[in-house]
């Protein structure tokens, strides 16, 4: 099934830069896609058409059908999105209530909404931290209790803008781990990065983009010699087994 | 930030844990103005009940004490000024200082008040739940006309989350610039202005990413309503409160 659709999405900002050019992709249920490029290269402006924190000059992106713009708080519950900086986009003052702030705004009923919190909080390994200040807990689980805080409002899609940034090695794996968990419970996910040491060996997809164009749109491993040309380097083969072995075990 | 964590919610299941905040939130009212007209006989009274409630909650007393030292250095400030400048019985003299009787009886009464105001403060915050703070903020507004209680409580919960952030990036930027050599220049305004601009800039920075992420989780003033309820426990426990506070100021 079709969960994403984007028709000739354009995106113009109100300076004129063009933030993206006529964009066509197609996303599958279930599907794991990276998004490539270098700064700038319109990755983000992408990530938030999906969700309407954005709304396309031109074009259209639909949602299992429905445009983004129809039904903004569907668009929303639907994407879950985690952004680049973790920091500020943690507004509770506990761990809990860090991740009951979506349910609550869904205007669930208090047990609904203990239910999702505890159910969340279990799956990302966050349960035993629930009452501690999120500012006690380290990079990696920072990044976890960012994807709980999403996970709690049961969103179809998971998108990540550059979600190891500012990663240690353990965080890292911490935050893949997660990912690939979720994959594998059957969500949707879609990753922009710039560089794809960590994700490129587990997506069913790789899109590269460049100046707000998709230029690429396929098999991971028949683009990684294209790589050089879009300003992202190409993954070590060598490092890539090896850490792939290391993170599945 | 590590000096303010005593001043943050210790999670347990005591009495004082499971009392509805709204009535928690007038004890700390009522017996800081009662203690602020208290003798020393009561004053005596009102620590040990303090004492007790502060170890059934769970908080043991040695961390507490250490984090309050700057309380204390208030505090001998507070009765140092009070001694001195309290007219009676000189007590000590030296040269043209005296210290009176009096003074030094009044600077203990008042330092001691204080002390309380802010152990009860203490016991309020360690053992309620900031959203719990939140909720009972929202309560005591709603029948306000004119005031948006929703907005507010999410306001005032905002600013308690970002304050640590912000004073973090304070610190940074503070030691970016020193070392760059900042401290050479000697005018006050010129060093504020290049600390605050930049500060500024980065916490309206954070603001609007704050904001774009609680549009993309569906934040509206539409929200479930926080869960208060006071039961039998509640209104003993007021019972109590008010037998205390007539004791104090009686005695
Ligand atoms: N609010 C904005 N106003 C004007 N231009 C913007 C704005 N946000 C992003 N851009 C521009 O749009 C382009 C794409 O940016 P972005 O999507 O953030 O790229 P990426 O996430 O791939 O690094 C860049 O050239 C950037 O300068
Ligand atoms: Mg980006």
């Known amino acids: ?249 | 930030m590590a000096e303010l964590t005593v001043f943050g919610f210790k999670p347990g299941k005591s009495v004082i844990h499971r009392l509805d905040v709204r009535f928690k939130l007038i004890f700390l009212i009522v017996i800081s103005l009662a203690s602020l007209k208290a003798s020393g006989m009561s004053l005596f009274l009102l620590t040990l009940v303090l004492v007790a409630v502060l170890s059934h909650a769970g908080l043991s007393l040695k961390p507490v004490m250490r984090a309050l030292g700057y309380v204390f250095v208030l505090l001998f400030f507070i009765f140092v000024a009070r001694a001195l400048s309290t007219p009676g019985d000189p007590f000590i003299e030296f040269k043209f200082v005296s210290v009176s009787r009096e003074g030094i009886q009044q600077g203990a009464l008042v330092c001691w008040r204080f002390f309380i105001v802010v152990m009860i403060g203490l016991c309020f915050v360690s053992t309620t739940r900031p959203a719990e703070i939140k909720a009972a903020t929202e309560w005591f507004l709603n029948p306000i006309p004119f005031i948006p209680e929703k907005r507010v409580a999410t306001m005032m919960s905002l600013i308690m989350r970002f304050i640590p952030v912000i004073l973090n990036q304070a610190r940074e930027t503070a030691d970016a610039q020193r070392a760059r050599g900042v401290e050479n220049r000697k005018n006050p305004v010129y060093r504020l202005k290049k600390l605050g601009i930049p500060l500024m800039r980065r916490t309206f920075e954070t603001a609007e990413k704050i904001a774009v992420a609680m549009e993309a989780r569906c934040y509206s003033e539409n929200r479930s309503d926080p869960e208060l309820s006071a039961n039998k426990r509640d209104w003993l426990a007021l019972f109590m409160v008010i037998c205390l506070c007539v004791f104090i100021l009686v005695m």
């Open chain 1, 1 to 249: 099934m079709k969960i994403i659709e984007i028709e000739d999405l354009s995106h113009r900002f109100s300076d004129g830069t063009i933030g993206l050019d006529s964009i066509n992709l197609t996303i599958r249920e279930g599907e794991f896609v990276v998004v490539g490029g270098q700064n700038g290269s319109g990755k983000t402006t992408l990530l938030r058409h999906l969700n309407g924190l954005l709304l396309p000059s031109a074009g259209i992106v639909r949602l299992a059908g429905i445009p983004v713009f129809k039904d903004l708080p569907r668009a929303r519950q639907m994407v879950g999105m985690v952004f680049q900086d973790t920091d500020s986009q943690i507004v509770g003052e506990t761990v809990y209530d860090e991740v009951a702030f979506g349910p609550e705004n869904l205007c669930l009923k208090p047990n609904d909404i203990k239910r999702r919190v505890s159910g969340a909080l279990k799956l990302v390994g966050l349960t035993h931290l629930a009452n501690q200040r999120p500012n006690v807990l380290s990079g990696g689980e920072k990044r976890r209790l960012v994807i709980a805080g999403i996970l709690a409002m049961e969103p179809r899609i998971l998108a990540f803008d550059e979600p190891f940034s500012n990663l240690d090695y353990p965080g890292t794996i911490q935050v893949l781990k997660q990912i690939l968990t979720l994959h594998r419970g059957g969500q949707t996910i879609l990753i922009a990065v710039h560089n794809l040491q960590e994700v490129i060996a587990f997506a069913d997809r790789l899109v590269l983009m460049k100046k707000g164009k998709v230029l690429r749109n396929g098999n991971p491993y028949e683009l990684i010699e294209e790589l050089e040309g879009f300003g992202i380097r190409e993954p070590c083969p060598i490092r890539l087994e090896m850490e792939i072995q290391s993170w599945l075990s």
